[in-house]
């Protein structure tokens, strides 16, 4: 007995020096990876493009200002447009890229200019070889930088102005005629405020305002740095004619990722194999603890609880229901069968901005629900009042959803005049929310982790190891709530390079890596609380994977930074450290599939089946999804002719929905599985929707997504990117066939969706009544007892 005494002695000690090992490695980790986008975040602000006071033509007579590029780019955001197509890239995919699109037509009217100075006649006119002359003069000029630091002053040349002029006269008939395409005739209206207020401007200075912005964005893409031989958005778009061809460096930084994936993968699977870092010391088989769900606790508020998920699955139907609604914008752009007043009360903008922000809603709903289910589990109690602000809760986030979708809808339709930033549509794409909404968000998220405190309060006390389980679990749901206050950092006249980099903190660092950390540490929760692993498994593992999640997935939010107007060292650090997210993504799997065995020796018996297959369908998604996809679109070289093409939204439903929102709807059934009364249970709905949901999801993007994304590739490798982004492009009859198509997995999805939301909403009617009130103590479960 003293033997065995010893030798558990020496493992635990073992195991306890390994733990702080890993801590150590972790909050390293951490250190150096937020130094990292930091310091590159200071490097974007002086390096980003300037926004001169103002632009002259060589005579010194001023045809541009400081306040028109930024009223330019705040009626870009009011309208919404950033939902309907791109700036620099970023932003949706119905609409151009308004940066190429400037940029071509900016660069014609400079080549008309030279060719009627030099042979009087225009550019289409000219010789092959005279052609040639006038490209190379027209590149020579626009690329050189006559903008002046000291006095904060941009010179053109005549052939410059009169190419600004051409963008203006092209936008003024777009947004007053419609661009034939999405965009609807006269958008840009007249503001809804009365004409005393003195940042009131009319329809005709919006336009010409707007047409700016985009003149701006198409100066900086061409025009090189001061000192340096690459432009500011490194040379991107590719467009031969002003000089823009891929770098050297998104080349070899491409080449170098791989590598340095390949090498790294070996590294990371040696260490976890040798020190066993996985979750996969199981309950021995035969032995997995019997569960019966009659016989759990349950206490008022996780009983409240139920009401959130049935709205999580209400929201994500209408979500569902709005991305059908784009995907036939796309072959019918202005009405949905025939139907003009849909198109006229819910355009693509519109439409595509409520598609976004139900997706969060509905995701972040269902782990609130989930935090709120599991509070009383962990500390071992149900403190007083917890019920009233479960329900405080549940009807901020009501009035949230309802309130933004209003506002976002009146202040794309010009009613709230100069008050659309504050409550209409902010205009960011994943960001649309009016910044009262957004302080709206942030308060209800603190109300939730005020709930899971107190709920998990008592566990916090009895667990001594400051990083164990239930502290891992605290620090990640702080870090929701933490993470999204950076969204307050970009206000309408924020330089949009430098809007842009705090953007990619919510969608990057608050969507996909704190969500993703917290997903981590709830799926290692759940694997306990389901009893399918050990504690001291999880734990040593969730640190392993935490590590190298935050260490890739921190510097890898620079591949959002290749061609936006940052600096080209994001290059390298985008390519690499992208690269090297897979491998977090590849581990996942791994370890589900190990659960999966786990899962099927526990026995027939094992209740939270359902939540299963959708947690397996989460570690699938995160490899092809997030992983395959996301690794093809971030290599630099593929990015500069891809940036803001099919193959992006290919990677973006596989990552959103098929990674948080399966692993969403995996939480939603593992607590309603607590709550429903057993009778009222219905596994094989639950599998039929599993199903639908994973071979429509798959459809999208193998039938349509991926297709028309490589033909886009194609397209703008040849023709140059501005064409691959044009609406003539879309209305070939080959992607127009491919985008029909699309509405066969569209609808194998959607019956995936109604069958979850039936099954939900039913369950509000089979709820299990209360077996504890408040601070009756609860039995103490194997995650909160110490090893």
Not at 166 to 183: C, K, M, Q
Not at 533 to 553: D, E, M, N, P
Request: proline content about 4%.
């Amino acid at each position: 007995m003293e033997i065995n005494r010893n030798v558990r002695t020496s493992k635990q000690l073992k195991r306890s020096t390994q733990n702080s090992f890993l801590k150590s490695v972790l909050i390293f980790t951490l250190l150096i990876s937020f130094t990292v986008l930091l310091v590159g975040g200071y490097w974007i602000f002086k390096e980003m493009a300037p926004r001169p006071k103002e632009v002259q033509n060589e005579k010194g007579e001023v045809i541009l200002t400081k306040e028109s590029i930024i009223g330019g780019q705040a009626v870009f955001q009011k309208y919404g447009l950033m939902d309907y197509g791109t700036v620099l890239g970023h932003g949706s995919y119905m609409g151009p890229d308004y940066t190429a699109e400037a940029l071509k037509i900016y660069t014609e009217g400079m080549q008309d200019y030279k060719a009627n100075e030099i042979y009087n006649k225009p550019f289409e006119q000219l010789s092959k070889d005279e052609k040639t002359v006038i490209r190379e003069k027209v590149i020579k000029e626009m690329r050189k930088n006559r903008y002046n630091p000291i006095t904060d002053v941009l010179v053109l040349t005549d052939a410059q102005v009169y190419g600004l002029e051409r963008v203006r006269d092209y936008y003024r008939d777009v947004f007053t005629n419609g661009d034939g395409w999405g965009l609807q005739k006269g958008l840009i209206q007249e503001s809804h405020m009365p004409r005393t207020d003195r940042a009131w401007v009319g329809n005709e200075e919006q336009v010409k305002q707007i047409a700016d912005f985009f003149f701006w964005t198409a100066w900086l893409s061409s025009t090189l740095r001061i000192g340096d031989e690459i432009t500011y958005t490194n040379n991107w778009p590719y467009y031969e004619d002003a000089g823009n061809t891929m770098s050297y460096s998104a080349m070899w930084w491409s080449g170098a990722s791989v590598t340095i994936l390949i090498l790294f993968v070996a590294i990371i699977l040696f260490i976890q194999h040798r020190y066993q870092l996985s979750m996969q010391e199981a309950y021995k088989e035969g032995q997995f603890p019997a569960i019966d769900l009659r016989k759990q606790p349950l206490t008022p508020s996780q009983v409240k609880s139920g009401k959130y998920f049935a709205i999580v699955s209400i929201l994500f139907f209408v979500q569902s229901m709005f991305g059908a609604l784009l995907a036939h914008y796309y072959v019918e752009p202005d009405s949905f069968f025939g139907i003009k007043w849909i198109h006229d009360l819910l355009p693509f903008n519109i439409s595509k901005g409520y598609h976004l922000q139900l997706a969060i809603f509905w995701i972040a709903t269902s782990w609130l629900g989930m935090g709120i289910f599991v509070a009383p589990i962990v500390g071992g109690y149900e403190p007083k009042k917890q019920g009233l602000l479960v329900d405080v809760l549940f009807w901020a986030l009501v009035v949230l959803v309802g309130g933004s979708m209003i506002g976002e809808w009146l202040g794309v339709n010009g009613y709230l005049g100069n008050n659309w930033f504050l409550f209409g549509h902010q205009g960011w794409e994943y960001i649309e929310l009016g910044r009262i909404w957004q302080i709206v968000l942030v308060v209800g998220m603190l109300i939730w982790l005020c709930i899971v405190f107190r709920g998990i309060k008592s566990g916090l006390k009895r667990e001594s190891d400051k990083g164990g389980l239930i502290h891992l679990l605290f620090y990640s749901a702080i870090a929701v709530p933490f993470f999204y206050i950076f969204a307050f950092f970009i206000n309408p006249d924020t330089n949009f390079t430098m809007a842009d980099f705090w953007r990619w903190w919510i969608i990057h660092l608050w969507v996909e890596g704190i969500f993703e950390v917290f997903a981590v540490v709830v799926i290692g929760f759940l694997l306990v609380q389901m009893k399918l692993v050990t504690k001291k498994s999880t734990v040593r593992a969730l640190y392993f994977q935490l590590i190298i999640l935050l260490g890739s997935g921190v510097i890898g939010i620079g591949h959002h930074y290749y061609y936006n107007g940052s600096a080209e060292v994001w290059i390298g650090l985008g390519a690499v450290f992208s690269a090297l997210e897979v491998i977090p993504l590849t581990l996942l799997i791994l370890e589900a599939y190990e659960q999966y065995k786990m899962m099927r020796d526990g026995g027939v018996n094992f209740p939270y089946k359902a939540a299963f297959w959708f947690l397996i369908s989460t570690a699938i998604w995160n490899l092809v999804g997030a992983g395959v996809l996301g690794f093809l679109i971030n290599l630099p070289a593929v990015s500069y002719f891809e940036h803001g093409q099919f193959l992006t939204p290919a990677h973006g439903h596989g990552a959103m929905m098929g990674v948080y929102g399966m692993f969403g709807i995996a939480v939603l059934l593992y607590s309603l599985r607590n709550i429903v009364k057993p009778e009222a249970w219905n596994d094989k709905l639950l599998k039929f929707s599993c199903w639908m949901l994973n071979i429509g999801l798959a459809g999208m993007i193998v039938v349509t997504l991926l297709p028309i994304g490589v033909m886009q590739l194609k397209e703008a490798f040849e023709k140059g990117y501005w064409a691959s982004r044009s609406p003539a492009f879309l209305q070939q009859e080959t992607v127009q066939q491919l985008l029909t198509l699309r509405s066969i997995p569209d609808t194998i999805f959607l019956i995936g969706v109604i069958a979850l939301t039936v099954f939900s909403v039913k369950s509000l009617f089979h709820l299990r009544k209360p077996t504890h009130g408040e601070n009756d103590p609860l039995p103490i479960p194997d995650l909160a007892k110490e090893e």
